[in-house]
């Protein structure tokens, strides 16, 4: 049985990548560390609860879950929802030459969607962590 997705937190550090994630699927944590995800029952950041907090209407509605998770050779990653939106991270460099990370909702209102849903879909995009589909 798929877990609710009850809230989004984030946070960015200085320096290169450093975009932390904290997805809170009803009592069962999925972490982005800026390069990995992992499943945790007790995510060890310091304060994360304090961290921002995603703004995301969907977020209300009781059916929402990750169905899959989906990354580019630790470049792009993608977290599918079960409503056919997309939590996309990507990364870009600033003048200084330093890499950051950033993410966008993208749903299919949104004139970049099928942009990114083909990205995703690309053939030398990996599945991860396939053993904890539809959590």
């Not at 977290?79 to 996309?88: A, G, P």
């Not at 209102?109 to 962590?129: A, F, G, L, P, S």
């Amino acid at each position: 049985m798929a877990k609710n997705l009850e809230n989004i937190y984030y946070n960015f550090e200085e320096g290169n990548y450093g975009l932390k994630v904290v997805f809170d699927l009803d009592g069962l944590y999925l972490l982005f560390d800026s390069t990995n995800f992992i499943y945790t029952d007790a995510p060890e950041l310091d304060g994360w609860r304090n961290w921002n907090k995603l703004i995301y209407k969907e977020l209300e509605k009781d059916s929402l879950h990750v169905t899959e998770i989906k990354e580019d050779e630790l470049t792009s990653y993608f977290v599918k929802l079960s409503n056919r939106d997309v939590f996309y991270i990507y990364q870009h460099m600033d003048l200084e030459g330093t890499w950051h990370q950033n993410f966008t909702m993208v749903s299919p209102k949104e004139n970049n969607y099928n942009d990114v849903v083909e990205y995703m879909e690309e053939e030398w995009i990996e599945t991860v962590v396939p053993e904890f589909r539809n959590m």
